[in-house]
């Protein structure tokens, strides 16, 4: 018997270091995980800090992975990656070297102590609406509402992740 495929989507964030680099090294981390195949990678954006604005600017992306793993090990498993990439953590949205979230699980909804999928704030944030866009065009929000909705809806003078304030990187 053979273990279900489920398509997970996960977030990446760093605003320390070589940021690039460092996301390059997580999704290396990733791709190399037990149970995990199958992983694509948006491209790259660079992101003001938001919350905390006094640090480093951030360059956000997001993974899609086709996964064996039930989501508790996947978010062990990408904490796991954080720590052994050097990750400190300090303070609600301060610094860091790496961030991993994860996104979406299937088409799950979990609440449980610790995880939350969807992640409860990705459909205000910009930085990690645009890379999903790219993997999942035709993505809808638990509300229903697609993207370019979630997108739109963000623009103006909230300005939290707003889209305009998001530039792509140069891939590597």
Avoid at 9 to 21: F, H, K, M, T, W
Avoid at 118 to 127: D, I
Wanted: with cysteine; glycine share 10%.
């Amino acid at each position: 018997m053979t273990a279900e495929l489920v398509e997970s989507y996960i977030g990446l964030g760093s605003n320390l270091g070589d940021r690039e680099a460092m996301i390059y090294r997580a999704v290396d981390r990733i791709v190399t995980t037990p149970g995990v195949r199958g992983v694509v990678l948006s491209s790259l954006y660079h992101t003001e800090p938001w919350g905390f604005t006094r640090q480093p600017s951030f360059v956000n992306a997001v993974a899609r992975v086709t996964t064996t793993l039930g989501p508790v090990q996947l978010l062990l498993i990408l904490k796991g990656i954080e720590r052994d990439l050097g990750r400190t953590r300090t303070f609600r949205w301060g610094p860091r070297e790496i961030d991993l979230d994860l996104l979406l699980y299937g088409n799950q909804q979990i609440v449980r102590p610790g995880l939350i999928v969807p992640h409860p704030s990705m459909h205000e944030r910009a930085f990690v609406l645009l890379p999903l866009r790219e993997l999942w065009p035709d993505y809808r929000c638990p509300s229903g509402c697609s993207i370019d909705e979630a997108l739109a809806a963000l623009e103006g003078p909230r300005g939290v992740g707003s889209p305009a304030s998001i530039e792509a990187v140069p891939l590597r």
